[in-house]
């Protein structure tokens, strides 16, 4: 069945460093990836979308890479701030209006001044 | 702005009983989807809708029924709420080509 792994339920860091988190699925062909960012008692927000012929996608402070060789998509934040601590989740995406939208069960991310 | 409205932020039923949520959003958007959160198990796609009357089961549909009479209204019935359908519930919608979701707030559901 299709899987969705991020492989790190927490992340601490430091503020001014760059997160990095880690989606990877299986038995899946995704026509693109998603990744959306959750604060606690909300619903999750859209911050960025990347389709299978795309190596890297950017956004202000964000970037996003896919390898559909590897079945894994990075997500960055570079000059991490506190305020950017929140769940961060990744979703798949298949390739016809009526796919279903699966998501991973998220990483914590705190950033610590 | 882009808004999906669920009818409730907290929500408290006995085991038993038949549980409506409902969820409706002004954008006009095709598809609409129910998902529910539990910690540690992420978000799971309890059914989704790609048109008025259309339904397709997501991954852990048992215990759920679905209805779309309308474009904008998505509703999840729970036929007879079990403990184990203790959780958060969060509906969102989507345009049909892009699959970026918008999600509501989420319904706190617990079941007694």
């Known amino acids: 069945s299709q899987k969705i792994e991020q492989n790190s339920e927490a992340l601490n860091i430091q503020e001014g460093k760059t997160a990095t988190l880690t989606c990877n699925y299986t038995?899946?062909?995704?026509?693109?990836l998603q990744w959306y960012r959750q604060d606690p008692g909300r619903g999750p927000v859209f911050l960025l979308l990347?389709?299978?012929?795309?190596k890297e996608k950017r956004k202000e402070r964000l970037k996003v890479t896919f390898d559909t060789t590897l079945k894994q998509s990075l997500f960055h934040i570079t000059a991490s701030q506190p305020a950017d601590s929140a769940t961060y989740l990744c979703?798949?995406?298949?390739?016809?209006?009526?796919?279903?939208?699966?998501f991973g069960s998220g990483t914590r991310l705190s950033i610590r001044p | 702005d882009v808004k999906v409205t669920q009818s409730s932020r907290y929500l408290v039923k006995r085991t038993g009983e038949k549980v409506f949520l409902e969820c409706v959003q002004d954008?006009?958007?095709?598809?609409m989807f129910w998902y529910r959160q539990d910690p540690g198990l992420g978000l799971r796609l309890i059914y989704f809708?790609?048109?008025?009357?259309?339904?397709e089961k997501g991954d852990i549909p048992e215990g759920y029924s679905v209805s779309r009479e309308k474009k904008e209204r998505f509703s999840l019935i729970l036929e007879s709420a079990s403990t184990n359908q203790t959780s958060m519930y969060l509906c969102?919608?989507?345009?049909?080509?892009?699959?970026?979701?918008?999600f509501g707030s989420g319904t706190q559901l617990s079941v007694l």
């Open positions: 038995n899946y062909s995704p026509a693109y």
């Open positions: 969102a919608s989507s345009p049909g080509a892009l699959g970026k979701l918008f």
């Open positions: 809708s790609y048109d008025v009357k259309m339904k």
């Open positions: 979703a798949l995406v298949g390739d016809s209006s009526a796919s279903k939208i699966i």
């Open positions: 990347i389709r299978e012929n795309e």
């Open positions: 954008m006009d958007h095709e598809n």
